[in-house]
C-alpha cells in the first residue's frame, strides 16, 4: 500500500513543507497537502509520486524561484490532484519524459505555457482550469490525453500540439485567446473531439504542416479569423462540426489540402459540447441523496423543497440524456429567491449549488454571497470592473446577490451605478450560463421591480422560488433546534408560551422569522446569565443547560 505523508505547516508530527515531504517520501507516495498557500519550486527527477489537496480546491502553489518552473518533473511518475499552481514568469508545469496525470487542478502562469509537455513524456489532464499565461497548453513530442478540461484568458496560442505530438483533446473549452484555439503543426492523426472553441484573436483550430487531425463535432464560434483552417498537405477529417460567427470562410482549406468534410445533421441549436457539458461520468449519486436529505431536514419551506427536488429531478434526467448521446436543451441554473427575511433563502442557496457540483454540471460548489457594495462602484467604469471580478470569483459555483432590488434603486446622491451593474450582470450570466449560478434573493414585492430594470434580466432565471413566512408551530421548532445546537435545551414549559409568543408578534415587512427566534433566545440567554449569577452559588451542568420560562418573560420584558 502506497504511504501518505502530510503536509501541514505547524501540525505536530507533519512534514511543514511539500519539498520536506518529497525528501523524506518513497516510491509511489501520496504527499496529501494540507489546505492553505505554499511558497515553493518543486523538482522531481526519476520519482513516483502523488500531491493531492487534503480537500480540493484549498491548496494554492506559488514559486519561491522566479527562475524555474512552479513544479518540474523530468522522467518521473507524477500525479497532481485537486491544487491551484500559480506561477510567475515561468511555467506552471513543465514534464520532461515519463508520465503526468494532472486532474482537478487550477493552473496559470505569467510569460510563459501554464503548461508543457515533452521529450516522449505521456500525459492525462482531466477536469483541470488553465487560465492566465502566454500559452495555455503546450503538448510536444509527447502523447497525450486533455479531457473535460478549460483553457481561458491566453495570450497567444491557446494550446499547442507540435513536433510528433499525439493527443486527443475531448470535452474541453477554449475560449478567449490572443491568436489561435488549438494549433496544430507536424501533430500527425491528432484529434479534437465534442470541444467549444470560441473567441480566438486569429482561428478557432488552425492545421499546419503535415498534420492530419480528426475533429468531431465540435462548436467553434464567435472567431475573429476563420472558425477551422487547414494548411497545404495537411488532410484529416472535420466531421459535424459547427461554425458559427466567424469570419469568412468558416472553414478555409489550402489549395492542396486533403481534408474529408462530413456534416450528418444541423444537430441541436446549442450544441452539447465542451467542459460544461461532459458531465455524465462525474456525478456523485451518494451526495446528491446526501444534500437531499439536508434540504428535507430544514424546518417548513414545503414548496421551496417542491420546486428545488423537481429542478434536480430535470437536470439528472438531462444528465442521463446526454451521457447517452442524446440532445438537451440549454438550461440555466440562475434562480430567484423571493420572500422575508430568515426564511433560509441562503442556506437553500448553499445546498443548491453543492447539488449542482454533485451532479457534475458545476466544478465546484463554491458559495460567494455579495450585496450592492460588493457590485456598486464610485466612477464610471468601475462598477462594470467590480461586477465583473465579483463573477469571475464566482464561477464554478454560485454567486448569491442578497437584496438585489437594491441595485434597481438610487443611492439618493448624484450618479448610480446600480442599474450598470444590473447590465453588466445579464451579459455575464449569457455568456457564462454554465459556468454559474446566479441565484438573486429579497422581498417579493422589490424583486418584481427588480427584474424589470433590464429588459433581458427575467429571462435569465429559470425559476422564481417563493418562500413563505414559517409558522408559529415552525418558529418554536426552530427555536428548540438553535437551541440544542448552542449547547441549550428549553424546558416543557417553554413550548406553549413560545408558540404564543411567535402568534401574537408582529409581522410587518420587517419581521425576520428565524432571525426572530435567534434573536429571542440570545435575550433569553442574556437574562439566564442574570438568574444564574444571583443563585450565590456555582450553577450545575443542568443549569447552565436549561433556558426556562421564567428566562422568555424576563426577555420579553426587558425588550418592551
Given at each position: 500500500?502506497?504511504?501518505?505523508?502530510?503536509?501541514?505547516?505547524?501540525?505536530?508530527?507533519?512534514?511543514?513543507?511539500?519539498?520536506?515531504?518529497?525528501?523524506?517520501?518513497?516510491?509511489?507516495?501520496?504527499?496529501?497537502?494540507?489546505?492553505?498557500?505554499?511558497?515553493?519550486?518543486?523538482?522531481?527527477?526519476?520519482?513516483?509520486?502523488?500531491?493531492?489537496?487534503?480537500?480540493?480546491?484549498?491548496?494554492?502553489?506559488?514559486?519561491?524561484?522566479?527562475?524555474?518552473?512552479?513544479?518540474?518533473?523530468?522522467?518521473?511518475?507524477?500525479?497532481?490532484?485537486?491544487?491551484?499552481?500559480?506561477?510567475?514568469?515561468?511555467?506552471?508545469?513543465?514534464?520532461?519524459?515519463?508520465?503526468?496525470?494532472?486532474?482537478?487542478?487550477?493552473?496559470?502562469?505569467?510569460?510563459a505555457a501554464a503548461l508543457s509537455v515533452a521529450g516522449g513524456a505521456e500525459a492525462e489532464i482531466t477536469g483541470t482550469r488553465?487560465?492566465?499565461?502566454?500559452?495555455?497548453?503546450?503538448?510536444?513530442?509527447?502523447?497525450?490525453?486533455?479531457?473535460?478540461?478549460?483553457?481561458?484568458?491566453?495570450?497567444?496560442?491557446?494550446?499547442?500540439?507540435?513536433?510528433?505530438?499525439?493527443?486527443?483533446?475531448?470535452?474541453?473549452?477554449?475560449?478567449?485567446?490572443?491568436?489561435?484555439?488549438?494549433?496544430?503543426?507536424?501533430?500527425?492523426?491528432?484529434?479534437?473531439?465534442?470541444?467549444?472553441?470560441?473567441?480566438?484573436?486569429?482561428?478557432?483550430?488552425?492545421?499546419?504542416?503535415?498534420?492530419?487531425?480528426?475533429?468531431?463535432?465540435?462548436?467553434?464560434?464567435?472567431?475573429?479569423?476563420?472558425?477551422?483552417?487547414?494548411?497545404?498537405?495537411?488532410?484529416?477529417?472535420?466531421?459535424?462540426?459547427?461554425?458559427?460567427?466567424?469570419?469568412?470562410?468558416?472553414?478555409?482549406?489550402?489549395?492542396?489540402?486533403?481534408?474529408?468534410?462530413?456534416?450528418?445533421?444541423?444537430?441541436?441549436?446549442?450544441?452539447?459540447?465542451?467542459?460544461?457539458?461532459?458531465?455524465?461520468?462525474?456525478?456523485?449519486?451518494?451526495?446528491?441523496?446526501?444534500?437531499?436529505?439536508?434540504?428535507?431536514?430544514?424546518?417548513?419551506?414545503?414548496?421551496?423543497?417542491?420546486?428545488?427536488?423537481?429542478?434536480?429531478?430535470?437536470?439528472?434526467?438531462?444528465?442521463?440524456?446526454?451521457?447517452?448521446?442524446?440532445?438537451?436543451?440549454?438550461?440555466?441554473?440562475?434562480?430567484?429567491?423571493?420572500?422575508?427575511?430568515?426564511?433560509?433563502?441562503?442556506?437553500?442557496?448553499?445546498?443548491?449549488?453543492?447539488?449542482?457540483?454533485?451532479?457534475?454540471?458545476?466544478?465546484?460548489?463554491?458559495?460567494?454571497?455579495?450585496?450592492?457594495?460588493?457590485?456598486?462602484?464610485?466612477?464610471?467604469?468601475?462598477?462594470?470592473?467590480?461586477?465583473?471580478?465579483?463573477?469571475?470569483?464566482?464561477?464554478?459555483?454560485?454567486?448569491?446577490?442578497?437584496?438585489?432590488?437594491?441595485?434597481?434603486?438610487?443611492?439618493?446622491?448624484?450618479?448610480?451605478?446600480?442599474?450598470?451593474?444590473?447590465?453588466?450582470?445579464?451579459?455575464?450570466?449569457?455568456?457564462?450560463?454554465?459556468?454559474?449560478?446566479?441565484?438573486?434573493?429579497?422581498?417579493?414585492?422589490?424583486?418584481?421591480?427588480?427584474?424589470?430594470?433590464?429588459?433581458?434580466?427575467?429571462?435569465?432565471?429559470?425559476?422564481?422560488?417563493?418562500?413563505?413566512?414559517?409558522?408559529?408551530?415552525?418558529?418554536?421548532?426552530?427555536?428548540?433546534?438553535?437551541?440544542?445546537?448552542?449547547?441549550?435545551?428549553?424546558?416543557?414549559?417553554?413550548?406553549?408560551?413560545?408558540?404564543?409568543?411567535?402568534?401574537?408578534?408582529?409581522?410587518?415587512?420587517?419581521?425576520?422569522?428565524?432571525?426572530?427566534?435567534?434573536?429571542?433566545?440570545?435575550?433569553?440567554?442574556?437574562?439566564?446569565?442574570?438568574?444564574?449569577?444571583?443563585?450565590?452559588?456555582?450553577?450545575?451542568?443542568?443549569?447552565?443547560?436549561?433556558?426556562?420560562?421564567?428566562?422568555?418573560?424576563?426577555?420579553?420584558?426587558?425588550?418592551?
Amino acid at each position: 500500500m502506497a504511504r501518505t505523508f502530510l503536509v501541514a505547516p505547524g501540525q505536530p508530527g507533519a512534514h511543514a513543507s511539500i519539498a520536506e515531504a518529497l525528501d523524506a517520501a518513497d516510491e509511489g507516495a501520496i504527499i496529501s497537502v494540507s489546505a492553505g498557500e505554499y511558497a515553493e519550486t518543486l523538482s522531481i527527477r526519476g520519482r513516483d509520486v502523488t500531491i493531492a489537496a487534503s480537500e480540493l480546491g484549498t491548496v494554492t502553489i506559488t514559486p519561491s524561484s522566479h527562475d524555474e518552473p512552479l513544479v518540474s518533473a523530468t522522467g518521473s511518475r507524477l500525479r497532481l490532484t485537486g491544487l491551484t499552481l500559480r506561477a510567475g514568469d515561468r511555467a506552471a508545469v513543465e514534464v520532461r519524459g515519463g508520465t503526468v496525470h494532472v486532474t482537478d487542478c487550477e493552473v496559470s502562469a505569467g510569460f510563459a505555457a501554464a503548461l508543457s509537455v515533452a521529450g516522449g513524456a505521456e500525459a492525462e489532464i482531466t477536469g483541470t482550469r488553465i487560465t492566465g499565461a502566454q500559452v495555455g497548453l503546450v503538448i510536444e513530442e509527447s502523447d497525450g490525453l486533455v479531457d473535460r478540461c478549460e483553457v481561458r484568458d491566453i495570450v497567444d496560442d491557446a494550446v499547442i500540439v507540435r513536433l510528433g505530438a499525439q493527443a486527443t483533446i475531448r470535452h474541453s473549452t477554449v475560449a478567449g485567446c490572443g491568436f489561435r484555439g488549438v494549433y496544430m503543426y507536424q501533430a500527425g492523426g491528432s484529434r479534437i473531439e465534442r470541444c467549444d472553441i470560441s473567441r480566438a484573436g486569429d482561428a478557432g483550430i488552425a492545421v499546419a504542416d503535415q498534420s492530419f487531425p480528426t475533429i468531431d463535432e465540435c462548436w467553434v464560434h464567435d472567431t475573429q479569423g476563420p472558425g477551422i483552417t487547414v494548411g497545404r498537405g495537411c488532410g484529416g477529417v472535420v466531421r459535424n462540426c459547427r461554425v458559427e460567427n466567424t469570419a469568412e470562410p468558416g472553414i478555409h482549406l489550402a489549395e492542396d489540402a486533403r481534408t474529408e468534410i462530413t456534416q450528418d445533421s444541423d444537430g441541436p441549436a446549442t450544441p452539447q459540447v465542451g467542459a460544461a457539458k461532459a458531465t455524465g461520468g462525474r456525478q456523485d449519486a451518494e451526495q446528491v441523496e446526501k444534500l437531499l436529505g439536508e434540504l428535507d431536514g430544514m424546518i417548513g419551506l414545503a414548496g421551496v423543497k417542491r420546486e428545488v427536488r423537481a429542478l434536480i429531478d430535470e437536470l439528472q434526467v438531462n444528465e442521463w440524456r446526454r451521457s447517452e448521446g442524446l440532445s438537451v436543451g440549454a438550461v440555466s441554473h440562475h434562480l430567484v429567491f423571493a420572500g422575508a427575511p430568515g426564511t433560509g433563502k441562503t442556506t437553500v442557496a448553499r445546498i443548491y449549488g453543492q447539488l449542482l457540483k454533485a451532479l457534475g454540471i458545476l466544478p465546484n460548489g463554491n458559495f460567494r454571497e455579495v450585496s450592492r457594495r460588493d457590485l456598486v462602484g464610485q466612477y464610471i467604469g468601475h462598477t462594470a470592473e467590480k461586477a465583473a471580478s465579483v463573477f469571475d470569483e464566482a464561477r464554478g459555483g454560485v454567486l448569491f446577490i442578497d437584496e438585489a432590488y437594491t441595485l434597481s434603486r438610487s443611492g439618493g446622491s448624484g450618479a448610480d451605478f446600480g442599474q450598470e451593474a444590473i447590465d453588466t450582470l445579464v451579459k455575464l450570466m449569457e455568456d457564462h450560463r454554465d459556468e454559474v449560478a446566479v441565484i438573486v434573493a429579497g422581498y417579493t414585492g422589490e424583486m418584481r421591480e427588480f427584474l424589470d430594470a433590464n429588459p433581458g434580466l427575467a429571462s435569465r432565471f429559470a425559476k422564481n422560488i417563493e418562500f413563505e413566512n414559517y409558522s408559529p408551530e415552525q418558529l418554536v421548532r426552530i427555536s428548540a433546534r438553535i437551541a440544542g445546537g448552542d449547547d441549550y435545551r428549553l424546558t416543557e414549559d417553554l413550548d406553549s408560551a413560545l408558540l404564543e409568543w411567535f402568534a401574537h408578534v408582529e409581522r410587518d415587512d420587517n419581521f425576520g422569522n428565524a432571525r426572530e427566534a435567534r434573536k429571542l433566545l440570545e435575550r433569553m440567554r442574556k437574562s439566564q446569565s442574570t438568574r444564574l449569577r444571583a443563585l450565590g452559588r456555582r450553577p450545575t451542568r443542568d443549569d447552565l443547560l436549561t433556558l426556562t420560562l421564567d428566562d422568555l418573560l424576563d426577555a420579553v420584558r426587558q425588550n418592551g
